[in-house]
């Protein structure tokens, strides 16, 4: 077994699914293992992709049900922490790497000497242009941290599922990721968790392209109505993200808010009584409280060094 695992969850998406596990076998660097994620997929995925499963670094496991991209991901990161992988490198079905994104993720390893707690690639969408729903968060005082910048890496506080590499180190220090989000913010919440307790970066050598339908990003004062059930879960588990950012974090979710319900009201599209209704009664679920699940690392393949935690025993 390798040092790291990538995990690429998936439903329903088996073509998709297809080029992005041959990407991750096209990569410079060849000496990890992939693990596939299926929330219970009903167009045969398993099937589709079973000439791609002989391959021996690549496994492949079922939830048994739809849990959701973020039920997905937290699966994913219990099972590749009680394999015993050094380090997670996730991402979704629709992700393509190209072949030298982890290559420069792991330089990037090497320059801040694991020093970290996330590393994060570049997101661009199908055109070259960057991807409007992957933008990551930088930290205002970059320029402390600018001799990280003739490199590509930059320091950053969010960043999403689209190829987010992390020790499992540090997912016991923080814990795994909230798998009751079901969908959306699961990826915002906790890297800006892990941000909180260690420097992290964005690594723009390593690219990889998203390959969703459009690069409009998200807005539900733009949506036909065909995702609006998606923004229920959004704007109630971005309350969860403000709430953990105290009075600041409270202040922006409300201005926010307010700020969709007038771009609905003033928005040409239909429905708007039911989005402002989305938008109002997903943000006062003040009771949507979900606990942070903690997991151990096997104690035989850990040990400190210097205040650190160095994962140390077989390869993987």
């Avoid at 000439?51 to 021996?56: A, K, S």
């Amino acid at each position: 077994m390798n040092k790291i695992c990538a995990i690429v969850v998936t439903y329903n998406r088996k073509i998709l699914l297809k080029q992005s596990l041959q990407a991750l076998l096209d990569q410079t660097v060849t000496d990890f293992d992939i693990l596939v994620v299926d929330n219970a997929s009903t167009d045969n995925t398993r099937e589709y992709i079973d000439d791609l499963l002989q391959e021996e670094r690549i496994d492949y496991v079922n939830t048994g049900a739809n849990l959701g991209g973020s039920g997905g991901f937290n699966h994913g990161l219990k099972v590749a922490c009680k394999r015993g992988y050094q380090y997670v490198w996730m991402m979704d079905d629709d992700t393509m790497p190209t072949p030298t994104a982890l290559e420069k993720i792991l330089e990037a390893d090497k320059i801040l000497g694991g020093n970290y707690g996330y590393l994060a690639s570049e997101v661009l969408f199908t055109d070259g242009q960057p991807c409007k729903m992957n933008g990551q968060k930088v930290l205002k005082k970059w320029f402390d941290e600018s001799q990280y910048l003739k490199n590509g890496i930059l320091r950053t506080t969010r960043a999403t599922f689209v190829s987010f590499f992390v020790r499992t180190a540090v997912v016991e220090k923080v814990g795994l990721s909230y798998k009751e989000f079901f969908i959306w913010g699961d990826d915002m919440e906790y890297s800006n968790r892990i941000s909180k307790q260690f420097p992290c970066y964005m690594v723009a050598q390593s690219i990889v392209v998203h390959h969703t339908k459009n690069n409009d990003g998200s807005s539900i004062a733009k949506d036909d109505g065909s995702r609006l059930w998606q923004y229920k879960f959004a704007y109630r588990n971005e309350c969860v993200i403000a709430r953990d950012d105290g009075l600041y974090g409270r202040c922006y979710q409300f201005a926010k808010v307010n700020w969709n319900i007038l771009k609905v009201i003033g928005s040409h599209k239909p429905l708007k009584l039911k989005k402002i209704w989305i938008l109002i009664s997903a943000s006062i679920r003040d009771l949507f409280r979900p606990k942070i699940e903690y997991i151990k690392l096997d104690s035989d393949n850990k040990r400190y060094k210097r205040g650190h935690l160095i994962l140390v025993g077989e390869q993987g």
